[in-house]
């Protein structure tokens, strides 16, 4: 086992991760048209309340469960009270969502600290393989395992499921959908719960990877953000690829290029948006 | 069609947003002074409450509120103002900060900062304004060389100490050969240059000195590079965030109890213990530093500190308690809060620091302290730094050593 390898699959476990934080994102944007900027708060949020509940000897598994439905149900509350007023508002979106990650990042800070938190990984994924001479842990690979779930799991609703075809009718045309009889209100929010637990996912399955600290939030959104742009506005399948890449690259940049590794991100996106302005999975912009 | 495009103008706006610093607005606390007969002074602190350095913002005002509160809010028999400004580590911002202090609120001390970078830009306006600074962490070494001013004094550690102190027992005890791993800032570079030094001296060689950029979050290349290389050790220099993660990955990829850890006073520190538990086990470091330190201040300190915050005090909350600590000898010896009287007497100011006795150098303006080689031992179910021996009286050279 080389080096090489161990490169290629941490790029790939964080790639998994990107993935798994910017498909809520990609989701909510490419059905209701709403630009989240909240996305990488909930993120935070999650792991707060999986960290506060695993210290209180809840198992990983229970903990993982209870912060997802938490962070739903503050997207369902988040959606109902105050998205829901400026839906086709796109300016009003953004300052609303960047408001609220304001609110709900100091109001962390006041009920968690700022020390940092990590959460420690489920007892039976807690070891290490051994490939060759190296080591590799068997976490990271239960993140790779769990993001192409996620990919296949998406797949599946989207394209065999009534309630996909709901949702990609929804996007296309609204007022017919419900002049069908269907409550497109109702599945906008059950839209935006879910992009939320996506995001739930995400904070308590990277506590262990990256930690929880303040600022976490900010770093997680532009990150998202980037594998967002490159994959296509709204594609989560877009996500899908564009995280790898991001994964692999910046990985792989801290290997040969040390004091690049950042700007190299930066360049894909830029070289992503010269020769496919939608990204790698967008819509034609007519 | 029109709505993509914008979409895409707010994907923008929303980047522009983050990007040029989306970070908080200052939060100055506001008690109003009590007219009563005795005189107030204010004082301004500077530090960083947004991002990486919240954390040690936080320990250092919690160790100063509690000496405040056990002295009747008062230092030097003077009743306290206290006015709190976040520089968000950002150099310009803290020049601003700075500005609103020293100028509209006329605070006649400050306290600060966290950062050196902070530090070195407001260096020059201290100077001009002649007003007192005492400097609760910054660690750049230029503070006590080039950039030594009669109005900074600094309470916590510089660099140079910190990567120097444990070298000399790592070298004759651990092993030969070392790695180091430090973010690629300036205080990661000090701290490097100083342990190598030392390590050398000691008869040690430093085999190679890897610099992730800052910000790092994934530390797995460069351990997995270090566990090619098989160093008898390897010292790694990382605050905060970055600490926790490396610690963490250490263990993750097969090296703790295989390749010893050490590092300066970070890794040795409740900030990182408390939240790593049982992978930092092992660990050795150079500490100012420990709540088991024995000694009567220490025992007093922590017993306070645990009721009024529930928690165990960290190194930060220390500094924040001796900047507080200092103020009030200072003040009591100099009987005035006049700048040109207070430098006086804090050269050379000696006085007992749950860390052990401290006293400032004249000849660089920075502590002369004990540091203790420790290792991180499970106790009663707890990560304990274990201190292995005592290295007395630490002190900078007075000058930058060529090398």
């Known amino acids: 086992m080389s080096i090489f390898s161990i490169q290629l699959l941490t790029g790939l476990a964080y790639g998994m991760l990107y993935f798994m934080i910017a498909a809520g994102l990609t989701i909510i944007l490419g059905v209701m048209n709403i630009v989240n900027l909240a996305h990488g708060t909930l993120f935070l949020i999650s792991s707060y309340i999986a960290f506060t509940f695993i210290s209180q000897n809840v198992g990983f598994w229970a903990a993982l469960l209870l912060a997802m439905a938490g962070t739903a149900i503050l997207g369902i509350i988040i959606e109902r009270l105050l998205i829901k007023r400026v839906y086709g508002k796109e300016l009003e979106q953004v300052l609303l969502t960047f408001g609220l990650t304001y609110i709900i990042a100091d109001t962390a800070k006041w009920i968690w600290g700022t020390e940092m938190h990590t959460i420690a990984v489920p007892v039976f994924l807690d070891s290490s393989i051994t490939m060759g001479s190296m080591v590799f842990p068997v976490y990271r690979l239960f993140v790779v395992l769990v993001g192409c779930g996620l990919a296949l799991l998406l797949w599946y609703f989207e394209s065999r499921t009534r309630i996909g075809a709901v949702i990609r009718a929804g996007v296309d045309d609204r007022d017919m959908v419900s002049a069908l009889g269907i409550n497109v209100g109702l599945v906008f929010t059950g839209v935006f719960a879910f992009g939320a637990a996506l995001a739930g996912l995400s904070g308590v399955l990277g506590g262990p990877l990256i930690g929880i600290y303040t600022g976490m939030d900010s770093e997680i959104l532009v990150t998202s953000l980037i594998v967002v742009v490159i994959g296509g506005l709204g594609s989560w399948k877009g996500s899908f690829i564009g995280a790898i890449l991001i994964g692999l690259i910046e990985t792989f940049g801290k290997v040969w290029f040390p004091s690049f590794s950042m700007l190299i991100v930066f360049l894909l996106m830029v070289v992503v948006l010269i020769i496919r302005p939608q990204g790698l999975f967008g819509r034609e912009v007519a | 069609m029109l709505k993509k495009c914008k979409v895409w103008g707010i994907c923008l706006l929303a980047f522009m947003m983050i990007l040029s610093g989306c970070s908080g607005s200052a939060i100055s606390s506001k008690k109003t002074a009590s007219k009563g007969e005795e005189e107030t002074i204010k004082i301004g602190m500077i530090l960083s409450a947004t991002g990486t350095f919240a954390p040690l913002t936080e320990g250092i005002r919690n160790g100063f509120n509690l000496y405040l509160e056990q002295h009747d809010n008062k230092l030097g028999g003077k009743k306290v103002e206290i006015k709190f400004e976040d520089d968000e580590a950002n150099p310009q911002v803290a020049l601003r ?307």
């Open chain 2, 97 to 403: 900060k700075y500005r609103q202090l020293v100028s509209s609120e006329k605070v006649n001390l400050l306290v600060g900062p966290i950062s050196s970078a902070v530090a070195y830009a407001i260096r020059d306006e201290v100077e001009k304004d002649k007003i007192i600074l005492i400097d609760a962490n910054a660690a750049g070494n230029d503070l006590s060389w080039s950039k030594k001013s009669d109005f900074i004094y600094r309470l916590s550690f510089s660099n140079w100490q910190n990567g120097s102190s444990a070298a000399d027992y790592l070298a004759k005890n651990i092993g030969k050969s070392a790695i180091t791993i430090a973010p690629d800032y300036p205080a990661g570079k000090e701290v490097i240059s100083a342990f190598k030094a030392a390590f050398e001296a000691a008869g040690g060689k430093v085999v190679k000195e890897i610099y992730p950029k800052l910000g790092t979050n994934d530390f797995a290349t460069y351990i997995t590079e270090a566990a090619q290389t098989k160093p008898d050790l390897v010292y790694t220099f990382m605050t905060g965030s970055d600490g926790i993660r490396f610690v963490e990955q250490y263990n993750d990829f097969g090296l703790k109890g295989k390749i010893p850890l050490a590092g300066p006073m970070e890794l040795g520190d409740q900030l990182i213990i408390e939240a790593t538990s049982d992978n930092t086990e092992g660990i050795y470091s150079g500490i100012i530093y420990s709540p088991w330190l024995e000694n009567d201040q220490n025992k007093q300190f922590v017993e306070a500190y645990k009721k009024k915050y529930s928690k165990l005090p960290n190194t930060f909350a220390v500094s924040g308690y001796d900047s507080a600590q200092v103020i009030d000898k200072a003040i009591k010896k100099a009987g005035s809060v006049k700048s040109a009287d207070l430098s006086k007497v804090l050269k050379g100011i000696s006085f007992d620091s749950p860390r052990g006795p401290i006293t400032i150098d004249p000849k660089t303006n920075n502590p002369i302290q004990n540091f203790y080689v420790a290792k991180n031992t499970k106790k009663d179910n707890q990560i304990v730094p274990e201190v292995i021996e005592t290295v007395e009286k630490v002190t900078m050279p007075e000058t930058a050593p060529a090398n």
